[in-house]
């Protein structure tokens, strides 16, 4: 649950995802974003803030943008200095850019077809903000209209483990492969997988070493996720997300409590003792499903996720006893989802889930949505 490294360097070099080798390009800097009747024929993925050229920018790990263009190329129009992401054609990852700065990453030698085009966005960057500037077609082709919203949706709110974070890692300690950004991949965490799975739009909202009254080790005293959870740019203080009213998830899927329960107290917290601070966590968790149930309405499922923690059973007992209060309550529609499993290695960067562990969660959460009463 440390922050994830930002690391501003570009480079050429070969990624290994999910079992294949995938090049990593250095895009073409010959080019700069600019607003185009391109820039409304995507279908955004994610939170995004939106700007009058028609561009977006963002923040939240894992934004998505889907497109359709005919022709034998396209362009993806982009400015990011900080944050890598992932070219998909047809359905097959064609590029990673790293760190791509101000750019239009041309796609080429495609047969002159109609094509599909997606950019995910694989990495967190709390404190910068990337620009999507659209899709543009070759010369000769076109940029078609917007792929459909999906009308299954779900939303993902978490820290690092929802974040993906380090998960594409080989080993533990990743300062040598490149760091947490260079091994990390929001496309392959668990919400993603299982939304895909499930034909689904979604959400990531995970912001890494944050949780709900605590941070990682007590970390950003008088901040916590909450502080940011109503953003589309975190980095901007008293930024609100504009939320369309498109955006109405079945599903709310809540992962936090690892940090706030994962280190023990340090001197000087606002508690003393670990049953303060469940206290304080359980409260500050009724308040939060109380926003969502305000955002969603009552017939959102809000799914309280825990697992185990390597110093405590209080994160999982703490969610239990919330899910069983909200169901007294007479709100049979937050349920609880305890993902611990004995096959989880931890082999991602700073002992996070792994490729493998990820899809370990993914199954058990398919197992756990399969069984509630969805409608979609």
């Not at 990337?130 to 949706?153: E, K, N």
Request: glycine residues 10%.
């Amino acid at each position: 649950m440390y922050p994830a490294e930002r690391l501003s360097r570009r480079t050429l070099l070969t990624a290994a995802v999910a079992g294949t080798v995938t090049a990593v390009a250095s895009p073409s800097r010959a080019s700069t974003p600019r607003a185009s009747t391109a820039c409304a024929r995507f279908h955004t993925v994610g939170r995004v803030s939106r700007s009058d050229d028609g561009s977006v920018r963002y923040t939240w790990p894992g934004i998505c943008f889907e497109g359709r263009f005919r022709g034998r190329g396209v362009g993806v129009v982009l400015e990011d200095f900080d944050n890598d992401y992932d070219v998909q054609v047809d359905g097959t990852t064609v590029a990673t850019l790293v760190t791509p700065g101000r750019t239009t990453y041309l796609v080429d030698g495609l047969s002159d077809a109609e094509h599909s085009v997606r950019l995910v966005k694989r990495t967190e960057s709390p404190w910068a903000a990337g620009r999507f500037g659209g899709f543009t077609a070759a010369p000769g082709g076109a940029v078609l209209a917007a792929p459909p919203a999906r009308s299954r949706q779900i939303e993902f709110i978490g820290d690092s483990f929802t974040a993906g974070y380090g998960n594409v890692s080989a080993t533990r300690d990743c300062s040598a492969t490149g760091g947490v950004n260079r091994n990390s991949n929001a496309d392959l965490s668990f919400g993603a997988l299982t939304a895909r799975r499930l034909g689904a739009d979604h959400q990531i909202n995970a912001f890494s070493g944050r949780g709900m009254v605590r941070n990682y080790n007590g970390g950003s005293p008088g901040t916590d996720f909450r502080t940011y959870y109503d953003r589309a740019l975190l980095h901007v203080d008293g930024d609100v997300w504009r939320r369309p009213h498109t955006w109405r998830p079945q599903v709310v899927v809540i992962g936090l409590g690892i940090n706030d329960f994962s280190t023990p107290l340090n001197p000087g917290e606002p508690w003393s003792t670990e049953e303060e601070l469940t206290a304080a966590y359980e409260s500050a968790y009724h308040g939060f499903l109380d926003a969502l149930r305000r955002r969603y309405g009552p017939r959102t499922f809000l799914v309280v996720g825990a697992t185990r923690v390597s110093r405590t059973t209080a994160f999982a007992r703490a969610t239990l006893r919330i899910v069983q209060e909200r169901n007294r309550r007479g709100d049979h529609r937050v349920g609880h989802w305890y993902y611990d499993d004995p096959a989880l290695d931890f082999l991602g960067c700073d002992w996070h889930p792994s490729l493998q562990d990820h899809r370990i969660i993914s199954a058990r959460l398919d197992t756990h949505l399969a069984a509630l009463p969805l409608l979609w």
